[in-house]
């Protein structure tokens, strides 16, 4: 027996359900201490940014086996502010996958990049102060870490109900990298695909073990995409949601199945490319599962906004972000 209409309308809307996650476990008046096994550069040596690939090893806490990519963990850097005032916990997120980097859930990674930037008004050196921490641990070091913390930015329970579409800039892999771990080694049939995007080819994170995975794994499409030098197929210069045309042929499947979800995590400005890049190329019925448009917006999607954005424009549940 077939639904009546108005049910089945509101089942498309819903999201699937999510992976029961653990959180919380550690707060900072008891923080897991975990120690520092591994600190590997990301980015080739040309990069102009300093990113950081930190391995913690945290057995015997309770973080150990528990945390999911998607999720992330707080860090504590030691010392105080300018006003004296302890610093405030910062988060991470989770770059490996469920099993660690060790095989036993004992080894999380993050991946981390240098805030490295100069004072606006007084032209001074300015430091991030979390991430510069996190960068210059070394093996052996002790480190406080809180968390788990998130639950709305992981894996469906069922992940072979799915196909999935991934678009990251920068760091914003660092999930990617454990969700698509998890994804390939479940053996579900799902298509993935990710399309990763960066200023420069030495800039790319991860890039090799992304190239091997792919090679490996005939359902899974990795697009690098470099926005400030040309491809090395010779093709312009692009942002992720440009892949949604430029790649149609191969993203097309995933995105037009009632099975596709599509995640999103990096630079906040690309959430509205994104969506508009979609508004232009899905046909109707499929559009109308990633996202809700006001009629009016529907005629003017070149001059969207981000403001507009859960206002005229509203993700459905198939649409995950964690933008900054
Ligand atoms: P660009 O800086 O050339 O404008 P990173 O975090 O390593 O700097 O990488 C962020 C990447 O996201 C860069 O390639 C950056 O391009 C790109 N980017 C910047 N703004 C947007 C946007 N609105 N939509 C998609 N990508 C963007």
Known sequence: MTAPESIAEHRKEDGPPLLDVSMHLHTPAS?????????????????????????????????????????SFGIIPPGTDEQGRPHKLRLYSIASPTRGEDGAGNVIATTVKRTIDEHWESHRLFLGVAS???CDLQIGDKVSLTGPNGKRFVLPKDPSSH??????????????????????????????????????ANDLLYHDDLTNLAARHPNFTYIP??????QPDGSPPAYVQQRLSTHRQILEPGLCSDRGL?????????????????????????????????PEARSCIDTWERRMIHKQVSPTRRIFTEVY
């Not at 591994?38 to 980015?43: A, D, K, W």
């Not at 040596?45 to 999911?68: M, N, P, Y």
């Open 163 to 200: 196909d999935f579409t991934f678009f990251a800039t920068g760091t914003g892999i660092a999930p990617f990298r454990g969700m698509i771990i998890d994804l390939l080694e479940s053996g579900a049939r799902s298509k993935v695909s990710l399309v990763m995007g960066v200023p420069n």
């Open 262 to 294: 599509i995640y999103i995590c990096g630079l906040a400005g690309m959430e509205l490319g994104i969506f508009q890049q979609l508004a232009r190329i899905l046909p109707p019925q499929h559009l109308d599962a990633y996202l809700k448009i006001d």
């Open 31 to 71: 923080p897991a201490v975990g120690t520092v096994v591994g600190s590997e550069r990301c980015t080739r040596a040309k990069s102009h940014a300093f990113v950081r690939h930190i391995s913690i090893d945290v057995s015997g806490t309770s973080i150990a086996g528990v945390i999911r990519p998607g999720q």
């Open 225 to 230: 995409t470099l926005s400030r030098e040309h």
């Open 132 to 134: 510069n921490y996190l």
